[in-house]
């Protein structure tokens, strides 16, 4: 009973996390139709941002805690101000299309790899814990951090959900990345809500890498690590689907803690992708397609 409610925990945690990178991701997707290789490294900068910034902040004479949400805070607009940059000099002129997307945005990657790794070093960075203690649940013992941490995840991940179901700019978005030209007849500007929704891709994004900070480590690369399996995530939820990318966002969380704990994570990496690989033998357009 113990382990399993450590192992669910785990997966709520690392599963919260994957939601947000993996909504983002399939949001680009839906509206832009571009895969979003940079995406990875709005995450990372956040996350950088936070890994470098609180110890300084805390040399100062601030609390752990006040450190954290002002680096959480720089972290945030530093990666809006990326994806800003990336869509107004790039993205813009490769709406809807595929290939020519794919073509930039992996090269961007490249670019932003040796960015990254020039500005933060290749060294990893991992941060004291932010709040100490433990909590007993049922007889499992899980660190106050973790779990403080998984239910914000948990709470974003379920506003940003109700903010793209229930919000005019929520149903603006759904309803251009489910057809952008009779939403256009409609009278929505596609090209202010594709602008919109980048950088509420890039903010998804950065929140969890802020959130990931303390309880990772922190590297200039870990951007790429996450990017390949959220989108795992959205192959097996169903590209450009929200309910999708939450399915396949926890399908990895499962796998990641489950076969963390039993095995090793390279074995659950494998298999990982041997079911993805089931998945788009019997369901190429995933479990939840996009309508």
Sequence with gaps: MQTALQLLVTTLQIGAVYILFSLGLTLVF???????????HFFAVSALMVGVLVPKVVATGLTIQSAYLIAAAAGILVSL???LIVYKFGIARFLRDLEGG???TMGLALVLDGVFLESFGGGVRSMPPIIEGNVTILGA??????LVLCVVAALLTGGLYWALSATKLG????????????AMLQGIPYHGLALIGFLLAALMASLA????APVSIVTPTMGTDYLMKSFVAVVVGGMGSVPGAIVGALFIGVIEAVGGYFFDASTATIAMFVIVIFVLLFRPRGLIPHA
């Design 81 to 83: 101000f990326l994806a």
């Design 141 to 146: 013992v899980l660190t106050t951090q973790r």
């Design 30 to 40: 839906g509206i832009m139709r571009v895969v979003n290789f940079v995406h990875g």
């Design 102 to 104: 794919f073509i930039l």
């Design 209 to 212: 890498g802020v959130l990931i």
């Design 171 to 182: 149903k603006a978005l759904r309803a251009v990345a489910a057809d952008h030209e009779a």
